[in-house]
């Protein structure tokens, strides 16, 4: 029992922790942060889609064993569980995590297969809003409300909206085409051309159009490095900051006629995180706003009314008449309490009343006889 | 009776007190269970008592005896200790002085004179089992709340006191009046010898018609009674503690504050502090809302109801 209690916290905190993580993940790449905290915040997110997918496992198992396991997907949010951890490891943090690996090691080997991961992972880049689903993880756990029936119906229609966002948002961008790569795709057609053009200057030698390019480029903030076949024109950072700064993520490579240009894509990165970020906060919020806003309402005009009803309903001496708003007066479960308060507390005083003398007394002989063993 | 056995009965009496179920009753309630308890269960608690671990060396009838009378005499103590305390400091005798005018009585007087007279009422059962409306009209300061909210909404109850019954006293006045009335009220509980034609029987009100005795012989008695404890207690003050035991239908057009007070008794009677539930009205007002829907049942003034029913809900009582 201690050891499920020690796990379930672990679970807790590694819920409230990965949703910190989510942000910064974004906020890193929004500030453009340095390869090696970004690989360490890729790390760690590999960690938690890991524990997340185990957990998931565990619990499916868990439930399978006690046969309930239709119920723990269905009615306990298992799927929420399951969309929260595998597809990310699967198609995001694991595969950039193995890319990473790759690279480091056995470039010249990997490099085909370096090519092709990146083409998949880069094709279901949006796959990973679905972290923000673990925003239901760790909400659903928050018991804002006495009522069972309050918490389960305001976490159905948070798990509900969120999903529907995020579906939209993957749906639209799989439809539609992910507008960050239209981004980076228009990026590079624009470089394309430009170096084209260049390239087309007649009169001018090879020489002169190096120099040519040098200078037209260099205005660009944009190329941070330019080569001609394997020369370097010029290049705004040095290699180790280069190195520090820049991962395939940061920048595309444009080759025209001899010509390679590094083109920043960080600008792009940056927009992107900060729909993420928004997305997200957008997903807090709503989630905030249903747990607080929408509890409080529907506890105030449905499951109150209920536990009024039920305690006037079963116990005999319960008198209190339901608080009816004007407002919502017309509703069904309102009208159902004007008729508990005007007709049935007044018949059930009445029956009462008369049933006084035959009512049993809430003494028994067995009261009397525990004062001989005292 | 052997110095034992009467520790134990003391004991005994404070187990039936102390049973959990009803515990959290007040003492007057408490004792009517446990009587009536006893008397629906009365061959086998003889029986009970009579057993080694009980009291084997007393007779059950004189054991059951004993307890009953151990139990009156806590619950009458309680209940006198409150009283007094509410004579020292709820009762504002300087207004009671005002309310009599012609009598020349000093307040300590009045004290005492009622202590005296409440000592004798108490002791009686049906008015002490009668008297947790009493108890509760005091402790939660009932009349002070209620009547000031009447006198100040100047509404249909304030009518009906001030020009039909025309009590011509102001609302502090008024308020110590009530109080007056209220601890005498249950003095149509208080046993009365009586002749009837079964012979000469000890009754009050519950048991005039079992006894074919009219309502008009048995008053006169007890008002007697009344005023050798009480001189100050003028006819109309006595019938309107009579009558606010009554129904409405019973009184008369000018009997206002006994229809009141009758309204104000039977909510306190069996009134027991709970804690209002989330998106429940509140014990006064959902009471209230009860009252007005069954006034013809219970026999309460419609309209006074209905007023006192606004006033809980807009003071949130």
Do not use: C
């Not at chain 2, 005091?138 to 039909?164: A, D, H, M």
């Not at chain 2, 010898?193 to 048995?218: A, D, Q």
């Not at chain 2, 207690?233 to 008369?252: C, D, H, L, P, R």
């Amino acid at each position: 029992m201690k050891r499920k209690q020690f796990w379930e916290n672990f679970i807790l905190i590694a819920i409230a922790l990965v949703i910190v993580q989510t942000f910064i993940s974004e906020l890193a790449i929004f500030l453009h942060w340095n390869i090696f905290l970004r690989n360490t915040l890729l790390l760690i997110s590999l960690f938690f889609d890991l524990t997340f997918t185990i957990e998931f496992v565990v619990r499916s198992i868990n439930a399978g064993r006690q046969k309930k396991l239709i119920s723990y997907w269905i009615y306990n949010r298992g799927w929420v569980d399951f969309i929260a951890a595998v597809p990310l490891l699967l198609l995001n943090s694991g595969p950039l995590v193995f890319l990473l690996i790759l690279k480091g090691t056995t470039v010249s080997i990997a490099a085909v297969g370096i090519l092709n991961l990146l083409k998949v992972v880069k094709a279901i880049r949006v796959t990973r809003v679905l972290r923000l689903i673990r925003v239901m993880k760790i909400f659903g756990r928050i018991r804002n409300a006495d009522s069972k029936m309050a918490q389960h119906h305001t976490s159905a229609v948070s798990t509900i909206s969120v999903s529907i966002i995020l579906l939209v948002i993957i749906v639209f961008s799989f439809t539609a085409g992910d507008p960050v790569e239209r981004s980076f795709k228009a990026r590079k057609a624009y470089y394309v051309d430009f170096t084209a053009r260049v390239l087309d200057l007649k009169g001018y030698d090879k020489e002169s159009r190096k120099d040519m390019a040098g200078q037209i480029f260099s205005g660009d903030k944009r190329i941070v490095k330019l080569f001609y076949e394997d020369e370097s024109i010029f290049s705004r950072l040095t290699e180790e900051k280069w190195a520090a700064a820049y991962s395939d993520e940061d920048y595309i490579e444009v080759r025209e006629g001899g010509f390679t240009l590094f083109v920043s894509i960080v600008d792009i990165n940056r927009n992107r995180a900060l729909n993420n970020m928004l997305i997200f906060i957008i997903i807090i919020a709503l989630v905030v706003g249903l747990m607080f806003i929408y509890t409080r309402h529907f506890v105030q005009t449905i499951s109150d009314v209920l536990f009024i009803l039920n305690r006037g309903f079963r116990e005999n001496g319960y008198f209190l008449q339901i608080k009816i708003h004007k407002e919502y007066s017309d509703h069904e479960i309102f009208r159902l309490a004007a008729f508990y308060n005007d007709k049935f507390l007044p018949a059930k005083a009445k029956r009462m009343h008369r049933n006084k003398m035959k009512m049993k007394s809430p003494l028994s002989m067995k009261d009397l006889f525990k004062f001989k063993n005292r | 009776m052997d110095p034992n056995d009467k520790q134990k009965i003391l004991s005994f009496v404070n187990h039936l007190l102390s049973i959990p179920n009803i515990k959290s009753e007040p003492p007057v309630i408490r004792e009517g269970m446990i009587l009536s308890f006893i008397t629906k269960n009365l061959n086998q608690i003889k029986e009970t008592l009579a057993s080694p671990d009980f009291f084997p060396k007393m007779k059950p009838a004189d054991a059951l005896k004993v307890v009953l009378q151990v139990l009156k005499q806590k619950i009458v103590n309680e209940v006198i200790t409150e009283v007094e305390e509410w004579l020292n400091e709820r009762v504002a005798f300087r207004l009671v002085q005002k309310i009599f005018l012609n009598q020349q009585i000093s307040a300590d007087h009045y004290k005492s004179m009622l202590l005296e007279f409440m000592h004798d009422l108490i002791s009686f059962n049906d008015a002490r089992y009668n008297f947790n409306s009493v108890i509760n009209i005091f402790k939660y300061q009932v009349l002070e709340r209620y009547i000031s909210e009447i006198f100040e909404r100047r509404g249909y109850i304030f009518n009906e006191i001030s020009r039909v019954e025309k009590t011509n006293l102001g609302v502090l006045e008024y308020i110590e009046y009530s109080k007056l009335v209220f601890l005498i009220k249950n003095i149509v509980y208080m046993r009365i010898p009586v002749t009837t034609t079964y012979g000469e029987r000890s009754i009050n009100i519950n048991e005039i018609k079992k006894f074919s005795v009219p309502m008009e012989k048995l008053l006169n008695k007890q008002e007697q009674l009344v005023k050798k404890t009480l001189p100050f207690i003028t006819q109309k003050v006595f019938m309107t503690a009579v009558k606010s035991n009554i129904k409405k239908e019973i009184t008369k057009l000018e009997e206002a504050s006994s229809r009141l007070y009758y309204i104000l008794a039977s909510r306190y009677q069996e009134f027991k502090y709970q804690k209002t539930d989330r998106g429940a009205e509140t014990q006064d007002k959902s009471w209230y809302n009860i009252a007005r829907r069954n006034h013809s049942f219970y026999g309460f003034d419609k309209n006074m109801v209905n007023e006192l029913y606004l006033i809980a809900g807009d003071n949130l009582w």
